[in-house]
């Protein structure tokens, strides 16, 4: 039996049990560095009432970026980076997001401008957009061409927790809106703060499938691995980073709860089924559940839900 957590409408999320679930996996995560941001403040003020342009913000691939006047026109080439514009108040000047970005439901209006791995660059053009966040990896490679537009162009991708707090700071100070970043990052401390101390005691031991086929997993120094801590869980992966594991590791290491992702590119819905998987003690106990992905992998403010489904997994008596 898989146990999928399910997210109501209300915001409220309880534990229901499926015995097949036709469920895919998330896509690819790319690596980035950590960077922090600069919040223009007015002088014998303690915080500006609106921003003071231009501002210049240190991204997450390293570079200094100033933003001469507030963005009007901001297209997004990140499903995070859409959700992290849309919390801050800005959806309305949002002018372009990928055919990935489907979050909240009002992006479904906005221009598609290719998707994340293959952003259209005449497409975004014809916008004429004043900022575009982007992220690293594969998108580093279009920057100079962004630039090139005449666009500034910002990476957001925070690989922990709290560089994302930072990452938001960051988007929120390039598009003009600091005072709503900070409130959005309070507001996830506190949420986060307030589940840690729902499962506060001794953590249980986890193991989180991302892919199979082969079998991958994440380890330290991972926004995964963060989340993981924060819904009280011990990852009884070692290594750090995003892991290939066998299956020989996973019943060595025998985790308590098997947690597996469900997205867009596999289907994690056989586990119970798998050979080898009638070993481990989360199967056996049937302890083994679906989380959404979009949830827990995009580095944006909903990570706070992902972490809840994690602790809801994890401990679930204190959710009851």
Sequence with gaps: MISIIRTTQGGRRKLSRCATAGVLL?????????????RPTGPGTEAPVTAAFPVTVTDDAGRDVTIEAKPERIVSLAPANTEIVAELGALDRLVGVTTYCDYPA???EIEKIGDFMQPNLEAIAALDPDLVLVTTGV?????????????????????????????????????????AADAVVESMRIQIGEIGEKVEGAPVR??????QDPLFTVGSGTLLNDL???????????EDGYVAYSVEQLIAAN????????????NPSDITGRPGYENLSAVASGRVYLLDDNLVSRPGPRVVEGIRQIAEALHPEAFE
């Design 139 to 179: 998108q580093s490679e279009v920057i100079g061409q962004l630039e090139a537009l005449g666009a500034s162009v910002v990476a957001i991708d925070p690989q922990t927790l709290d560089a994302l707090y930072i990452s938001i700071g960051t988007a929120g100070a390039a598009i003009g809106e600091p005072d």
């Design 26 to 38: 998330a896509a690819a995560v790319f690596a980035g560095s950590l960077a922090g941001c600069q």
């Design 106 to 108: 009002e992006v479904a």
């Design 206 to 211: 986890c193991f989180l499938e991302i892919a």
């Design 255 to 266: 985790p308590e709860v098997y947690l597996a992702t469900k997205g867009s590119m596999s």
């Design 228 to 238: 993981i801590e924060h819904a009280g869980g011990e990852n009884v992966v070692a």
